[in-house]
């Protein structure tokens, strides 16, 4: 299989993504993951498509700007 069949974004290192990985591979199931640092998650587009928002995309009036009332 070619085509990623599960995406992951977590904070790295997670021992959960690493059971993840060690199952998909026993079921034969591609996975990507990606991630970061805690403390860096907040630089991130969490999307299906997950990346790191650069400098212009970080400012108040952006349209992936949200206002957080739990988490990191």
């Known amino acids: 299989m070619t085509n990623k069949a599960i995406k992951i974004f977590s904070y790295l290192p997670n021992p959960r993504v690493w059971k993840s990985l060690v199952a998909a591979q026993f079921c034969g199931v591609t996975l990507e993951v990606t991630g970061d640092k805690p403390a860096n998650l907040q630089n991130w587009l969490w999307?299906?498509?997950?990346?790191?928002?650069?400098?212009?995309?970080?400012?108040?009036?952006?349209?992936?700007?949200?206002?957080s009332k739990r988490g990191f």
């Open 47 to 67: 999307d299906y498509d997950a990346r790191q928002l650069s400098e212009n995309e970080r400012v108040d009036d952006s349209p992936h700007a949200r206002v």
